[in-house]
């Protein structure tokens, strides 16, 4: 397939990454220099262009820009009416993205995050796209979601992944006082956490407390440490936390 990315910042790294070696044909706008340079010195399936030659040359075309820019980098453009357009843009609603890139109407919106470079990475998607179970779906899971305003919680509960690597972050500081290297200290954190949360089946059937609970034995390190963070408030600031980011985000 001819895909092209309008926007090259972490994102787009990440998904043309995840792309190259597969037999498609990756375009990509110069906008973060760096990161587009690089890319296209990498690898012989990308290549650099403005972005009219983006719309023009691609199939698929992938959408990564600020809010604050969308409006002027996308009406100076033209785009096909039968090419398929996927949003990575938070804060860009379906409706300007139709008026936007009209007359194309093959239009979707998702939530990639960095990890898509080695798959495994959700992607909650409105309305369905077959363009991108085709380009993504082979290694990612794909949600399908009945409206636009459901993408929003999930946009929110992202946010996690900040406080987690933050508190393992913590657990880093203090273990690599206690063993050889650093180097050593954070590898283990990270095969620890890995494999815990890769063992999890997921199903939707509470794997979460499941696994919580078997990990809870009273006397146990880990019960006395949860209970510890629990005394101090950190779950229910991290609770509130997610409240504060649903008002924001004029969740209901």
Same mark, same amino acid.
């Given at each position: 397939?001819?895909?092209?990315?309008?926007?090259?910042?972490?994102?787009?790294?990440?998904?043309?990454?995840?792309?190259?070696?597969?037999?498609?044909?990756?375009?990509?706008?110069?906008?973060?220099?760096?990161?587009s340079s690089t890319l296209s010195e990498l690898f012989e399936d990308v290549v650099v262009a403005t972005a009219q030659t983006?719309? @023009?040359?691609?199939?698929?075309v992938c959408l990564a820009l600020r809010e604050n820019v969308t409006d002027e980098v996308l009406n100076s453009l033209s785009f096909k009416k039968n090419q398929s357009i996927i949003s990575f843009m938070l804060g860009v609603n379906l409706n300007r993205l139709l008026n936007l890139c009209t007359p194309a109407?093959? %239009?979707? %919106?998702?939530i990639p995050? #960095?990890?898509?470079e080695h798959g495994n990475c959700p992607l #909650?998607?409105? #309305?369905?796209?077959?363009?991108?179970?085709?380009?993504?779906?082979?290694?990612?899971?794909?949600?399908?979601?009945p409206s636009e305003d459901a993408l929003v919680p999930y946009f929110a509960a992202t946010a996690i992944l900040s406080s987690s690597l933050a508190q393992l972050n913590v657990?880093?500081?203090?273990?690599?006082?206690h063993?050889?290297?650093?180097?050593?200290? @954070?590898?283990?954190? %990270?095969?620890?956490?890995?494999g815990t949360y890769?063992?999890? @089946?997921?199903?939707g059937q509470d794997r979460i407390n499941e696994a919580l609970t078997a990990l809870s034995s009273k006397g146990g390190l880990n019960a006395q440490l949860r209970n510890h963070m629990k005394k101090k408030g950190s779950e229910d600031a991290l609770y509130n936390g997610f409240i504060q980011l649903g008002e924001r985000l004029n969740l209901n």
């Open positions: 397939m001819k895909i092209g990315f309008i926007g090259t910042g972490k994102i787009t790294n990440s998904c043309v990454r995840s792309l190259t070696g597969k037999g498609h044909s990756i375009m990509i706008t110069e906008r973060n220099i760096d990161i983006v719309v @023009e040359e691609s199939d698929l109407y093959d %239009i979707a %919106i998702t995050l #960095p990890m898509i #909650p998607v409105y #309305p369905a796209s077959e363009s991108l179970k085709t380009v993504f779906g082979d290694k990612n899971s794909i949600i399908e979601l657990a880093k500081k203090w273990l690599e006082n063993v050889d290297t650093p180097e050593a200290a @954070e590898k283990y954190l %990270i095969s620890l956490m890995a890769s063992s999890l @089946e997921i199903d």
